[in-house]
């Protein structure tokens, strides 16, 4: 009875690094989101995916950050010569299917960019 | 402004008070809206969920919405060292993407 999970749960990287956050969502849930929460903050959306199909990337802060699910199950968010700002924790969250509103919330990956 | 506005807190209460937490929307198109609990260093988890106005309870636990005012709560009866956590409101817009509140601290002291 797996729930989602995530991968590191712990990076610390050096500004400029490029770093790859992985998420495991549960087996069979269709859709996948990632958020970001800051420190103090609630989470905020950064994109969606229906099975492989990334459907809206809306919130994706800038170009550096890019999000795949290629076979529609594993999704890696990728963030490309970190900056300062970008330390937060990431949250990935899956649900069954897209009329599906809850959404199974990942421990989420803390990144620290020093 | 942000599409949902909550009071971050932090909340200090004795155990067996009842608590109320609030938040305000600006989208009057929202339909859904979610409670959730996140314990430190943990994922959110669902709490509570309705649609559209009126109330719901479980356990120690009601919603209320009222959407002629944008306005939604968390009620929590008889509160425990438990509860202690960050509760985070929350509005479904579109795909079912989250729009959440920056989240309450709540801590219930024994």
């Known amino acids: 009875g797996a729930g989602v999970s995530q991968s590191p749960r712990y990076k610390v990287a050096k500004r400029g690094q490029d770093v790859a956050l992985r998420c495991d969502p549960i087996?069979?849930?269709?859709?996948l989101f990632w958020y970001q929460q800051a420190l103090g903050q609630g989470p905020e959306f950064l994109t969606y995916?229906?099975?492989?199909?990334?459907?809206?990337k809306s919130g994706l802060p800038s170009d550096r950050f890019f999000a795949e699910r290629p076979e529609g199950s594993v999704s890696t968010l990728k963030i490309q010569r970190t900056q300062q700002e970008d330390s937060a924790v990431y949250l990935c969250?899956?649900?069954?299917?897209?009329?599906?509103?809850?959404?199974?919330f990942g421990p989420g990956t803390r990144l620290l960019v020093l | 402004q942000k599409e949902v506005e909550q009071d971050p807190g932090p909340l200090s209460v004795p155990e067996g008070a009842i608590v109320s937490l609030n938040c305000t929307y600006s989208n009057s198109a929202f339909q859904y809206f979610m409670w959730y609990r996140q314990y430190s260093r943990k994922g959110p988890e669902l709490l509570m969920y309705?649609?559209?106005?009126g109330n719901k309870e479980d356990g120690r636990f009601t919603a209320q919405v009222d959407k002629s005012s944008k306005y939604i709560s968390l009620f929590i009866r008889d509160s425990q060292p438990s509860d202690s956590a960050t509760y985070l409101c929350a509005t479904s817009g579109g795909y079912n993407k989250l729009i959440f509140g920056a989240g309450t601290r709540l801590a219930v002291h024994p």
């Open positions: 309705t649609y559209s106005s």
């Open positions: 995916f229906q099975n492989e199909a990334q459907l809206d």
């Open positions: 969250a899956s649900s069954r299917n897209i009329a599906q509103e809850t959404q199974y």
């Open positions: 087996s069979g849930h269709v859709s």
